[in-house]
């Protein structure tokens, strides 16, 4: 049946990831993972061609600093499989800490209660869409039972809700992000999100050991891949910071501000490169830090100066 399938251009993979800079094996096994993932969920089953699926298409859990791209990836990811990046939810764990709301804020409340028909984030998204990306962001700080409630799903493929509507989940792809500089805030040092040559599989191993001992074996054996993402190296930092740049004053050349449409240059572009790295602290907050400064020292005077009705403008170091 082919509606049910998931079609994708694997041609197009390297092309939606290439601006994920520095993370070359991360992008590499969510590749590999995708591929057997999306290939054994289309195949046909020659005994039964209506077979029942029952597991999500694909689970991942990815560790890493803060502001390395494990969200970003989701989003490549979804653009990827269902061709929309609106095809993605992000639930922040965080809110499922309180031991009274937790399962209710995912499954909703029982007929009865006021407000059971509205039902929750998870559930309306589930509704509205057949087939999409679940990201359980910073997965280590919600509840057990809210993490043995997703583990049910993942194991079974399917999940039902308060009111007993049951949701088919095996055309989802289930994302679990840890921030792991936290988590392994004293080891960080030695184990390191370095280059690629100090990264070796008998440290990541270490830090799967971590993993399996934070969330028990069993919730890590439901994940089909666990992937690392890597501190974000200089220069790496100057790729995605041309990258960033670029973007911005392309987006605000599409526009028109008080009938204004903008033509920038930019003079020396990678002092203003340097500038903007030594401001941001991406070692510790990773692209997010890049993206601020950049809106501080480049976007606010772009837009300052069309304010004064200014329509070509050059960016240059004072």
């Known amino acids: 049946n082919n509606e049910n399938k ?11 990831f290439k601006d994920l800079f520095g993370q070359d094996r991360a992008i590499e096994k969510i590749k590999k993972t995708l591929v057997r993932n999306i290939m054994f ?3 046909d089953d020659i005994k039964n061609e209506r077979r029942t699926k029952s597991s999500p298409l694909a689970t991942f859990m990815f560790y890493g600093p803060t502001g390395t791209g494990k969200t970003q990836a989701a989003k490549k990811i979804a653009e990827f499989v269902y061709s929309d990046q609106n ?12 031991a009274k709301l937790s399962a209710s804020a995912i499954k909703g409340h029982p007929e009865g209660y006021v407000d059971s028909a509205k039902g929750t984030d998870f559930t309306r998204f589930l509704k509205k869409n057949r087939k999409g990306i679940i990201v359980l962001d910073e997965f280590e700080k919600s509840r057990a039972e809210v993490r043995e409630l997703f583990m049910t799903m993942l194991d079974e493929g399917k999940f039902k809700d308060a009111l007993g509507n049951i949701y088919d ?14 988590i392994f805030e004293n080891r960080t040092s030695k184990i390191g999100f370095a280059s690629p040559e100090t990264f070796f599989k008998e440290e990541e191993e270490k830090i799967k050991d971590e993993l399996r001992n934070l969330f028990t074996a069993p919730i890590m054996n439901r994940f089909n891949e666990v992937i690392g993402f890597d501190e974000i190296k200089k220069e790496d930092a100057i790729l995605i910071c041309e990258d960033l740049i ?16 903008p033509k920038i240059s930019m003079e020396n572009k990678d002092e203003i490169i340097d500038v903007i790295l030594e401001k941001s602290n991406f070692k510790k907050d990773g692209v997010r830090s890049i993206k601020n400064v950049i809106s501080d020292v480049i976007g606010t005077p772009i837009l ?8 070509n403008m050059v960016v240059y170091l004072k």
């Open 6 to 16: 998931i079609n994708v251009d694997f041609k197009k993979f390297n092309m939606i």
């Open 41 to 43: 969920y289309n195949a």
């Open 87 to 98: 095809k993605l939810l992000i639930l922040d764990m965080n809110s499922y800490k309180d």
């Open 169 to 182: 989940l095996s055309g989802y792809i289930f994302i679990a992000t840890t921030n792991v500089s936290r």
């Open 246 to 261: 670029s973007k911005l004053i392309k987006n605000i050349q599409s526009k028109k501000f008080m009938g204004i449409t």
């Open 304 to 311: 300052e100066g069309i304010v004064n009705k200014n329509n």
